[in-house]
């Protein structure tokens, strides 16, 4: 099984960058994603890591480490729509389940 | 493309009562995923689907749920009798076996009184 680990909430300015970090552990891992979720809302995906490094993608990126079990999110040039919650989840070897963690909320503020 | 549609997208009803969630997936993706998202617990896997057959169920919580897929397009999710706990926002999601990310329907939020 998995065990993920998100912060739960963060406030930032407007143009500002922000990181969210994921921890995992897991069996035999095989991909981790990001989600954004804004309230009320189905979840979007964002990106997806299965080698370490960093994935870029406009404003955001993905980095992920296998050894260390960890990956973040990087935001940058923060709007005011990127106002949401931001889940992790990881995928392990062999199957197509995700198991997600509890998502960490980002308010950007003017 | 329509992507993943979910029917009810509210739905309230009382203790004891049979719940029927419907979930159409896009067209050509061979997976099917049912989720349940609370405060507490987060987004949780029940079920899900490959080719229409469920591969893992262990998400599913008691006897009191069930879930089918009578064929490519079409799922269903029920819950009978309903309690009040089951009270959250069911999720639908869809993917491509030859993809990697997931695409979720808007979702039914369901309330047991």
């Known amino acids: 099984g998995q065990n993920i680990d998100q912060p739960t909430e963060m406030t930032a300015t407007e143009g500002a960058i922000v990181q969210i970090n994921c921890t995992y552990q897991?069996?035999?891992?095989?991909?981790l994603f990001w989600y954004q979720q804004h309230a009320g809302e189905a979840p979007t995906f964002l990106s997806y890591?299965?080698?370490?490094g960093l994935e870029e993608k406009g404003r955001f990126s993905s980095f992920l480490s296998r050894s260390k079990g960890y990956s973040y999110l990087l935001l940058k040039e923060l709007q005011m729509k990127d106002s949401a919650s931001y889940l992790c989840?990881?995928?392990?070897?062999?199957?197509?389940?995700?198991?997600f963690g509890k998502g960490n909320q980002v308010v950007v503020i003017p | 493309d329509a992507g993943v549609i979910q029917s009810p997208r509210h739905e309230v009803t009382e203790m004891g009562q049979e719940v029927t969630l419907r979930c159409k997936p896009i067209?050509?993706?061979?997976?099917l995923f049912w989720y349940r998202q609370t405060m507490m617990r987060g987004l949780e896997l029940l079920i899900y689907?490959?080719?229409?057959?469920?591969?893992?169920d262990s998400g599913m919580p008691e006897d009191r749920f069930s879930a089918k897929m009578p064929n490519a397009s079409f799922s269903t999710l029920k819950i009978q009798p309903s309690e009040p706990r089951d009270s959250a926002v069911y999720f639908c999601?869809?993917?491509?076996?030859?993809?990697?990310?997931?695409?979720f329907g808007p979702g039914t939020r369901l309330t047991v009184t």
């Open positions: 999601a869809s993917s491509s076996n030859r993809a990697n990310e997931q695409y």
């Open positions: 897991t069996s035999g891992f095989n991909g």
């Open positions: 890591n299965v080698l370490d």
């Open positions: 989840a990881v995928r392990d070897y062999g199957n197509n389940r995700l198991a």
């Open positions: 067209s050509g993706h061979n997976s």
């Open positions: 689907f490959n080719n229409n057959v469920p591969i893992d």
